[in-house]
């Protein structure tokens, strides 16, 4: 007997004394803390470029400028900061979230707590599919079993009980239930003694990082070029170094696209973080990536595509074959005897609602079967193919009750029937299936051997009956799946149950080609190209075994396909892993299923799924937003920087680097917020998934970028060309080409917000952010304009309003030609749909 101090588990004291002695239950604390953050920013090369720009300007005696610098240096690195903790604090927040949940006892209460929360003491309820996130020893066990392959490379299941009771960290629960004490914790674990991090801290960059950070590389490679010719040629020209280190730095400013790796880790950082709301938890950003291009969805039956509320509704009565209903289970001693021998056959304390449901049957049937004084002295684990399961119970007296329930195909075969009632039992399977009701067949064994045989099947089976469960299909999820459909996701049902059952169900859903189906069999008997070709069909598959599931998955990866799979038991792991994106149910998912998973969804509804799937198109499209902003804003920068110099024009250095790094303060917050805040266009569920193959811009996309911007840079060539022939000095200059730009900015913000509808159509979109930032540009383009000591600061001179309006006019022509390619390029495809 346990002692009545391991019953009660730990008090809150000790828990406290526990904690303040042993710390928390982490392997390492990976968490940024803000002076991380901090230094993390300072060495972003903008920073850099902006602090020896800011000392060229003390160390030359031009103060004003240098405050001005530095002021622009706390600018640009407060709102970087201001990014970077919005975006920590998503991904922490999802670390929480997807923290795994320990069972405990204290104070005499059962708790589900964050794993980093176990204390040495713990009293701990570990059961199938669970990780342990501690080291602990068995007190009570019931058929316990675990995987130490993490730790030893072995790769068969250790048997766990007072003999041998050791559970280590990392390890996992492959069967049975135990209560544990908890003996190490964090780095005093096995596994942390190792040094082994279990934290999933390191992932591989994804194809759009990598392709990003190939661009970022090309643009650097290019700036640094760039800086060594524009300084070496001020030198030659001026002889003097300083005033050539200065324009050189304008340059690099120019070129460099800090803000793409910027959008791209706060839109995939506090996309995941918006999935939440969507009741989705996406255990690592990267994954809003993939969500976008999923062309295939594998979901199982039971529990995804049904209620999971299942009941008892019909049995079939082998003695009598009889078929009775719900209301009439107790009125036969034989349906009694049949739902008696189906509880023996489930587990004593159910979590599966199937097994739930049989134990409030078999309360509901009146039978005379009583469970006081047994024990349970053997068990057969679900197991096989067909799968069936054996308990085995036994009294003081020496009376056992030898009981297996499992799949009809499976116990019919054993149970010695003969041909004709083989024929007549599967007929009434059928017919059950065909309602989409769940079937089971119970059998029982009197055998009073000592020793009970190896394999479960080797038993002398009597067959008692079937047992029918209902378990209809969510009220949404017809819906849900046509919304797959016009999404172009196709939906595959992948389950473990009755072909006849899935086919049923799958009518009911409206599920495409109801009537061809696959079982696991065949499926491991086909060739890879019979397969493959197969799954062009076939949408429903039957009696799937986990590697099964495994096969499909690789076979429709090997299609080109974006596979999403949902999960929730041990067995799903390796498919969900092999997935590109792994579904694992928040409720009803077992640890190992959660650990190999992406995504979790917490309610367990589906439909969260479009939504997700939405969220990631939206994320995904607004991101290509920013970036295409980027890069047609940024050609512009660089031209006025570089060409005048080339060419030889009057003013060739209009620009210093405090006029780029207001345009940095300006784009930065344009890119990465405002973008990111833009609503999802109204036909993006419309349209094919995106290929992950595919490159992060089409050909088309990434020219119309170009031109934009090479258009825009033309534009104020003729400004500044306009200006130096009508002979104005170069403050005037710089003041219509600094009025230019930034016209050409604020047009580039509208006209980006959708590349396929209007600017007049996009200007109802609801994005409070758009006026926001607008309207703080266009102050302070004013206030520069207009208040002697800014002019001053950026070198202007006062401007008519007629050069006003022309700065204006060119700003509008060089950026809303797109306007009129919108409309062209969408009657061209309404007219090829």
Known sequence: MLSEKLIQGLTDEEVVAGRAKYGRNILKDSRRNNLSILLDVLREPMLILLAVACSVYFFTGEITEGIIMLLSIAAVAGISIYQEIRSENAVKALRKLSQPLTQVIRNGEKYFIPSDELVVGDLLIVSEGQQMAADASVLFSNDL??????????????????????????????????????TAIGTKTRIGQLGKEMEDIRKEKTPLQMQIQAFIKRMAFFGVIAFVFVWLYNYLDTHDVLHGLMHALTLAMAVLPEEIPVALSTFMALGAYHLIRKNVLAKHPQTVEALGSATVICVDKTGTITENKMEVTELYEQESKKIFSGEHFHSSPGCRDLIGYAMWASEPLPFDPMETAIHQAFKNSGSGISAAGFKMIKEYPLSGNPPMMTHIYSNAEGKKIIACKGAPEGIIKISHLDPEE??????????????????????????????????????????????????????????VIRHFYSAGIDVKMITGDYPVTAASIAKQVNLRNPEKILTGEQVMNMTDENLERALADVNIFARMLPEAKLRIVNALKAKGEVVAMTGDGVNDGPALKASHIGIAMGKRGTEIAHQAASLVLVNDDLSNMVDAVALGRKIYGNLKKAIQYIISIHIPLISIVTFPLILGWKFPNIFTPIHVIFFELVMGPTCSIVFENEPMEKDVMLQKPRRMSNAFFTWHELSLSIIQGVVIGAGLMVVMYYSIHTLQNENVTRALVFTTLIASNIFLTLTGRSKKYSMFTTIHYHNHLVPVVIGITSLILIFSMVLEPLRNVFGFDPVSLNQFCFCMAVAAVSVLWVELYKIKFRNRKEVTA
């Open 422 to 479: 083989q024929k007549y039992v599967l007929s009434v399977v059928t017919a059950f299936a065909l309602k989409g009701l769940r079937v089971l067949a119970v059998a029982k064994a009197d055998d009073n051997r000592g020793e009970f045989p190896e394999d479960q099947k080797n038993f002398e089976w009597k067959f008692l009956g079937l047992v029918a469960l209902s378990d209809p299909p969510k009220k949404n999820m017809e819906e």
């Open 145 to 182: 079993s675990a995987d130490e392959s993490f730790l030893t490379g072995e790769s068969f299941a250790v048997q766990k009980n007072v003999a041998n009771p050791e559970l280590f960290s990392g390890t996992t629960i492959t069967s049975g239930l135990a209560h544990a004490v908890v």
